[in-house]
């Protein structure tokens, strides 16, 4: 089982960033997905929620309106769109596949000017 996540970087305040998890050794479209993000000396946080079919989505308060999650089940990838972005949303991103509990190593995202 393989769960890479990759777009992470620097951006200045206001911009945009997609993530995206790549996944491999498992059925993808069978299992929801989520994205984390872990701030310096703070706590894992979920930030957002997919369902299998991508019919059903779920954001924490700290970003909705903010933050898009979307899957592609035939390239077996969920992505993160996050726009407006906030030196708060400075974190690293990890993608989890719900209920296998797998994590990716993850991905940092820098928000500052």
């Known amino acids: 089982v393989q769960v890479v996540e990759s777009g992470g970087g620097l951006v200045q305040p206001g911009g945009s960033l997609r993530l995206s998890c790549a996944v491999s050794?498992?059925?993808?479209?069978?299992?929801?997905m989520r994205w984390y993000r872990q701030a310096p000396r703070k706590g894992r946080e979920m930030v957002a929620h997919?369902?299998?079919?991508?019919?059903?989505?779920i954001y924490a308060d700290s970003v909705k309106g903010q933050f898009t999650i979307s899957r592609d089940n035939a390239k077996k990838t969920v992505y993160l769109q996050m726009n407006s972005l906030k030196p708060e949303d400075t974190a690293v991103y990890y993608c989890?596949?719900?209920?296998?509990?797998?994590w990716g190593q993850g991905t940092q995202v820098t928000v500052s000017s």
């Open positions: 989890n596949v719900v209920a296998l509990n797998y």
């Open positions: 050794g498992f059925t993808f479209s069978t299992y929801a």
């Open positions: 997919i369902s299998s079919t991508g019919g059903t989505t």
